[in-house]
């Protein structure tokens, strides 16, 4: 996974709000970054880094590219390629990550069933437009090297990600991927996976950070709204045919890996654990007189001292 840097920080952290920096700087020892893990900052870095190669497996021509790195420090088998994958920051909007994810048990809709989420900035509007320049930049980048223009910019504002819960393939199921089935009873009712050529893809990987930096497993449920994360994604090519013969580029992201790195209720209770104000509180009273039948408003400053009240004035408490 490549992080997504600013002008002056290699995982971007400086331009988010000071109390999210330590959980961005946690997740990478700067000084030992590879090159590799470092995303380009303009298209003449990214050409050296980069390319895009043609999908060795895919049976949809319309998903036929992938953006792939161009050097790793590992060896590299014969044949294989490592897709580009970024880590993104922000806050969890919507999602729906469950293993099967919208699917609703009918086989004939397997085609359509996906995992997704959205995110985006809540506040941290430079962070965000960095991350959002990145993206696009790499939107720029494929669309060069495949000559195919984007309609559009392609990211912007909230950003939606999806996966796909089942992949057709073109091989016998032979190596078919299976969710685990449990024989105990809260699993009675596991759909039935669809038939060849379908393959159940997986569940998307969902970690947590506990507070003491170990990072560990977690199940769907236990993610929300708000919750502060990092999201392993990495870029979908699609090319689209008009009907008047005309092409163009989209570029979309997958979702593979859900690090939860500060949970929303976590901000909830710091925000209500604020010390108590010791600012003073004065009361404005009117007296009246009744001299020659006239009324005439007083005013006086009525001063509370600071401190708790008498027991006699604490609802369910009585001076002694």
């Known amino acids: ?7 002056n920080h290699p995982l971007g952290a ?9 959980f961005i700087n946690n997740c990478a020892n700067i000084h030992k970054l590879q090159q590799w893990e470092c ?15 043609r999908h060795p497996t895919c049976a949809d021509r319309k998903c036929s590219h992938l953006i792939v790195y161009k050097t790793l420090p590992v060896p590299e088998p014969c044949g294989v390629l490592y897709p580009v994958s970024v880590r993104i920051y922000s806050y969890l909007n919507k ?3 469950g293993k099967f994810g919208n ?5 004939s809709k397997a085609a359509y ?12 509007t430079a962070a965000w437009r960095n991350q959002l320049e990145c993206l696009n930049l790499a939107a720029t980048f494929a669309s060069c090297i495949l000559k195919i223009p984007l309609p559009a910019i392609q990211f912007r504002g909230h950003v939606h990600m999806q996966r796909k819960v089942f992949t057709k393939v073109l091989h016998p199921p032979g190596d078919c991927v299976t969710p685990p089935v449990c024989n105990t009873p809260q699993n009675a009712h596991l759909p039935k996976l669809p038939d060849y050529p379908w393959v159940w893809n997986g569940p998307v990987e969902i970690l947590d950070c506990n507070s003491d930096g170990t990072i560990s497993p977690i199940h769907e449920v236990l993610l929300s ?4 994360v990092e999201i392993d994604t990495e870029f979908d090519l699609v090319v689209i045919w008009t009907h008047t013969s005309r092409t163009h580029l989209r570029v979309f992201l997958t979702c593979k890996q859900i690090l939860c790195l500060q949970a929303a209720h976590s901000v909830q209770i710091s925000n209500m654990a604020r010390p108590p104000s010791h600012t003073e509180i004065r009361h ?3 007296n009246t007189t009744t001299e020659d039948h006239h009324t005439t408003p007083q005013f006086s400053l009525d001063q509370h001292e600071t401190g708790p009240p008498p027991s006699s004035q604490v609802p369910g408490l009585f001076a002694e």
Do not use: Y
């Not at 331009?15 to 999210?20: K, P, S, T, V, Y």
């Not at 699917?103 to 086989?107: A, I, K, L, P």
């Not at 709204?225 to 502060?228: I, L, V």
């Open 39 to 53: 995303f380009p900052t303009s298209l003449a870095h990214l050409v050296k880094w980069a390319s895009v190669a």
């Open 14 to 22: 400086n331009l988010w709000a000071e109390d999210l920096q330590p």
């Open 1 to 7: 996974m490549s992080f997504l840097p600013s002008s």
């Open 225 to 228: 709204r708000g919750d502060f």
């Open 103 to 107: 699917w609703n048990s009918d086989c």
């Open 113 to 124: 069933a996906v995992q997704s989420l959205s995110i985006g900035s809540t506040g941290n």
């Open 284 to 286: 404005m009273r009117a």
């Open 95 to 97: 999602f729906c990550v």
